[in-house]
């Protein structure tokens, strides 16, 4: 059975930074896309970023040049840095594992969900 755990969520007031962490256990995910979702209270859940075997990255519009994926492909982790942080980045963040891609863009999640970490955003 497969588990996905992610840590590091928190209350950060604007324009601070937050690491976000997700471990999988129970299968490898070493040559899989791996990447990140967050869902804000009365929104659907949206893409934020991904990040290939190959290391090669996509971030949504709305967090290039502040947030930065990174990964270890041998220990099934994936990190999230979160960087000048806005209100509006206040949300529910989820890892996913075995991403793929769609129309060219690794945006498409599997079933693979973590339970989710709280980034509140205090501006």
């Known amino acids: 059975q497969v588990h996905v755990t992610e840590s590091g969520g928190g209350l950060v007031q604007a324009g601070g930074s937050l690491r976000l962490a997700c471990e999988a256990a129970?299968?490898?995910?070493?040559?899989?896309?791996m990447g990140w979702f967050r869902q804000a209270p009365g929104k659907e859940r949206e893409f934020v970023a991904s990040?290939?075997?190959?290391?090669?990255?996509d971030y949504a519009d709305s967090v290039k040049g502040r947030f930065t994926i990174s990964r270890d492909n041998a220990n099934n982790k994936v990190w999230l840095q979160m960087n000048s942080l806005k209100s509006e980045d206040t949300a529910v963040y989820y890892c996913?594992?075995?991403?793929?891609?769609?129309?060219?863009?690794?945006?498409?999640?599997?079933?693979?969900w973590g339970q989710g970490t709280q980034v509140t955003v205090r501006s």
């Open positions: 996913n594992m075995k991403m793929s891609y769609v129309n060219g863009k690794l945006r498409s999640p599997s079933d693979y």
């Open positions: 129970g299968r490898s995910f070493r040559y899989d896309p």
């Open positions: 990040m290939a075997w190959s290391g090669d990255t």
